[in-house]
């Protein structure tokens, strides 16, 4: 049965713990020490994800979240509203990955505590995920059997079944332009900030439609007010469902570019796009979404599939041939210093984690 009290003290537990991007060291001991005392086979691969081993029947299922939080994301104070978990406003709280990983330590305290059978689990709490799915990205699959998954890593209750997820392009632009005393010799200079903005005015960018979004988030530029910069550089990103359409809206990006730059032709630019990573689409009657709907709704929960817009760690598993799902992670508000996690929804996504484990329904 799980002890709603126990999941409560894990996840404050773990949210005290600062672990923004790059600095998971000591949140990846503390969830290796615990998984140790739960019984399983604990180990580090080479870029620092843990990977747990706990035998049991049947065909394995990996279960996931990662580690690392976004920034503001240290000195975190969770703070308990009735059934809801807040920080105290200066920082985010968290929930965004912590909810899982203390479903999935709770799930394994409850299994081991009924002493329920199951089938094989490997669990995998990866580093670097928000900066960039590195964790996934530089996991070690020899290390993992598993073709199926479970990744608690959306928004909202666990009755949210992403069925599909967008690719990624990473858009890094670097413009040089030349240098020129603001004041005096204007005329001689080459402005590369106002170079970045015709380009960026030019771009679609936003929602392009309903699979599909660009947006431009980080501009740096120049070196005083009296002096024409001479570079500038902005990233961004193109996301879309649709692998045609990820592929045609970064055209889009590359045509602007072009053509922007053929009217300063004594500047330079530098355009790294790089694929991050792939779409992916889950037909509805699939037998890992299948099973995850009946074993939801055995617990009284109404399935719902839904369509995400951000990208996760299952991106990265799915070119490894492990077919992983995202169910919601209990929390809401995530990247935010408004965000929470529901208690009773953490319980409910746990009952649904021991009983789809249970080796009574994994054939």
Do not use: W
Not at 196 to 219: F, M, P, V, W
């Amino acid at each position: 049965m799980v002890n709603k009290q126990r999941l409560v003290k894990t996840f404050l537990d773990l949210v005290k713990i600062d672990s923004p991007s790059g600095e998971e060291e000591k949140i990846a001991k503390e969830v290796a020490k615990r998984l140790k005392a739960l019984g399983a086979k604990v180990e580090f691969d080479g870029y620092g994800n843990v990977i747990g081993k706990i035998p049991g029947k049947g065909e394995p299922i990996l279960l996931n979240a990662h580690l690392d939080t976004v920034e503001p994301g240290r000195n975190i104070k969770p703070i308990i509203d009735k059934d809801r978990i807040k920080s105290d406003g200066t920082t985010v709280l968290g929930a965004d990955p912590k909810a899982g990983v203390s479903i999935i330590l709770e799930t394994l305290s409850s299994l081991a505590e009924d002493k329920t059978s199951h089938i094989p689990l490997e669990i995998v709490f990866t580093r670097g995920e928000e900066s960039g799915l590195f964790g996934a990205l530089n996991l070690d699959y020899s290390k993992i059997t598993a073709k199926r998954g479970v990744t608690i890593d959306g928004e909202e209750a666990v009755h949210n079944i992403n069925i599909s997820a967008p690719g990624y392009n990473r858009v890094d632009v670097l413009i040089t332009g030349r240098s020129a005393h603001a004041g005096t010799e204007p005329e001689k200079g080459i402005s590369a900030i106002h170079i970045a903005s015709r380009i960026i005015s030019q771009l679609k960018l936003g929602r392009i439609d309903h699979e599909t979004t660009a947006n431009i988030g980080i501009i740096e530029g120049g070196s005083a007010v009296n002096a024409v910069p001479e570079r500038a550089r902005f990233r961004g990103e193109v996301r879309s469902r649709n692998l045609k359409k990820l592929e045609k809206h970064t055209r889009h990006f590359q045509n602007v570019f072009k053509q922007v730059m053929a009217k300063f032709p004594e500047a330079k630019v530098e355009i790294d796009i790089q694929r991050e990573f792939n779409p992916y689409l889950f037909n509805k009657d699939h037998r890992v979404i299948i099973h995850m709907s009946k074993t939801l709704s055995q617990l009284k929960i109404t399935p719902k599939l839904v369509h995400s817009g951000g990208g996760t760690d299952v991106n990265i598993f799915h070119t490894h041939g492990i077919e992983a799902i995202v169910v919601g992670g209990c929390f809401y508000n995530a990247h935010t210093t408004r965000e929470y996690a529901v208690i009773s929804q953490m319980v409910q996504a746990t009952q649904f984690l021991q009983k789809l484990v249970s080796a009574k329904l994994s054939s």
